[in-house]
Structures are given as C-alpha cells and as structure tokens.
C-alpha cells in the first residue's frame, strides 16, 4: 500500500480518490444548518452498506387523512421546503420531508446512484411510516426521480406536482460528456462564492432572503469528510445524465399539475455548452408546453416572470395553485 501511495504523491487528485474508496462508507451528516423540524433516521442496507436516511414527518394539528410527500432537487436538501411544509401542515396535510440519500443530512455513500434506487429508499421509508397514498411535490431533479417513483409504485400515488423539473431535456445528447473524475474535480474545488453564483442564476433579481439556500447548500464544505460528499455530487450528476425520464412520461397516470417558472433557462452540464448552445436549450416556455403534451391528465401553470424555484420566489402564487390543485375531486 505504501508503495501505491508514493507513486500517488504527485497527484493529489488519484490520491483522492484511492482515499475515498478506501474510507468508503463514512457517514456525513450536516450539522450546522437547523432544519425546521425534528430530523430522523432510518437505516437502509445498500450494495451491503448500511445508509441511513434522513426525513422530516411532520403532523398536522388538524389531520385531513392525506400525506404529501416533498422531493428536492440536485443542489437542495429539506430544508428549503420549510415555508411550504408550513402551509401544507396548516392545511391538514401530514408532510414526508426526505433528503435522498446523498444530501443533506443523509449518508453519502460510494454506491451506484439511480433514480430507481432513490425511488425504492422512498418507498422503503414510506412503508415504515405506514404511509400507504401520497401526493407529491416534486421539484428540479425531484422532478425526475418522481417520474420514477410514480412509474414505479403508481398505486401509491394521489396527485402528482411538478415544480420547474430539470430532465425535461435528454441532457446526454447536446452536453458533452464528462468522467467521474472530472466531475469531481469541479465539485472538490467548489467554494461558498461558486455555490452563490450558480443559485443567483435561478432568480431574475437576487435577494438577500435567499442566501440561506446558499448556506444549506454549502454547509457540508467544510466538514471533515466534505470530499465524499464531493464524489457523491459527482456521482448523481453521472445519474441525471445518463438516466433520462423524459421518453416514459407518456406513461404517467396519476392528475398531475405542472408549474413553471417562465424565466428558468436551467441546463445541467450548462458550463460545458457555447453560446448557441445555450440559447438553443433551457427555454422552460417552450418546454412547458411540450411537457403539458405528454402527460394526459396534467395542467399547466406559467408563471410569469419567474425563475427556477417558484415555491420561494412565489410563495403566496405556489401556495394558492398546490392547494387548490389538492383539495380538487
């Protein structure tokens, strides 16, 4: 082993990543960031790891019988889902608040990413929760693992909300590929500055309200054991890319409600693109429309002068059309 890692020393990168394999599980949990409401656990047995996973259950004071799960997206974690839980819970609604595993407050281990396993974790922590119907909330990357979830387990599902999802695009066919290593090369060298300019570009107009969303965000970066979560975020940027669910929403049954930020142009793997190819790709008007066509049992909601997270933008406009879309027979 010595011998392996002198002929490494030069290249702290491989180095890296031979540690990380080696370290490989290690459980990283944020710590700094309060969530909302009581954070718990339950442990999953994956590729013959233990992983646990991280979720909010939250009981509303007066019950109306319906739970209402929340999926995040690739740079959030449950705790931007705060204002929401709260009107939800106002409103009846028990709220499942995962984070996947691989953010948040959740392990991040060295395993093989897909959405079909995120969606069976859900499913896993679901039924220990005894919660047997769900509507869901699903936004950006949420968007595509909910795709899966309701392909998976349709029985299961009473609404369906998709909140400006990413995948709407096959991301592999105009985005050049990247190796793990170069992935994780980029998100090893990820800093607070970097992490704040990519969520600015989520908003027409930035406000300084937002910047917690960048503390939730990056509050794993300077952790002892950040650089495994680097390769987890390298990992599940290989499963968005490589796992499209656009060609299977013609298969979705469930009412489904799409809302969408008129201003969003979010591309994954955007920094590797030119500028025609930029323009040509992201517009969340056009796609919207083209998504509206694939699902029979959908509406559409454009909200106008909005960006990539309606629900923190617009809350009082996400509030009103989640609740009547709801509450309707």
Not at 41 to 53: D, F, G, H, V
Not at 71 to 84: A, E, S
Not at 146 to 158: G, N, S, W
Not at 259 to 283: F, N
Request: aromatic content about 12%; hydrophobic content about 40%.
């Amino acid at each position: 082993m010595s011998i392996l890692f002198q002929s490494l020393t030069m290249n702290k990168f491989l180095c890296t990543i031979v540690l990380l394999i080696l370290l490989s599980p290690v459980s990283v949990k944020s710590q700094s960031v309060t969530y909302p409401y009581p954070v718990h656990y339950i442990t999953l047995s994956i590729e013959r790891q233990p992983a646990k996973m991280a979720y909010m259950d939250i009981a509303p004071a007066k019950p109306n019988g319906q739970t209402v799960l929340l999926f995040h997206g690739k740079n959030f974690n449950g705790y931007y889902w705060k204002d929401v839980i709260h009107f939800l819970t106002a409103n009846g609604y028990r709220v499942v608040v995962p984070d996947q595993v691989g953010w948040g407050k959740s392990d991040k281990p060295n395993i093989h990413y897909s959405f079909h396993l995120l969606a069976y974790n859900t499913k896993k922590l679901l039924d220990s929760l005894g919660v047997k119907k769900v509507s869901v909330i699903a936004h950006s990357m949420g968007g595509m693992l909910a795709t899966r979830f309701v392909l998976m387990y349709p029985d299961m599902i009473h609404k369906l909300i998709y909140e400006n999802p990413i995948g709407l695009e096959d991301y592999k066919t105009f985005v050049p590929y990247q190796t793990i290593e170069q992935q994780y090369e980029k998100e090893v060298n990820a800093d607070y500055a970097s992490l704040k300019k990519y969520q600015q570009s989520y908003y027409p107009q930035w406000k300084p309200e937002y910047e917690q969303y960048v503390a939730a965000q990056a509050d794993v970066l300077n952790r002892p054991d950040s650089l495994q979560a680097a390769w987890a975020n390298a990992l599940t940027y290989q499963m968005i890319y490589e796992q499209p669910v656009l060609y299977e929403f013609k298969y979705v049954q469930a009412p489904t409600l799409m809302i969408i930020g008129q201003e969003d142009r979010t591309i994954v793997g955007k920094g590797l693109l030119s500028k025609e190819m930029i323009a040509k790709h992201g517009q969340y008007p056009e796609l919207g429309k083209w998504f509206h066509q694939q699902i029979k049992n959908s509406k559409l909601i454009a909200l106008q002068g909005v960006g990539h997270i309606p629900h923190i933008q617009v809350p009082a406009a996400f509030e009103k059309n989640v609740l009547q879309f709801l509450a309707e027979k």
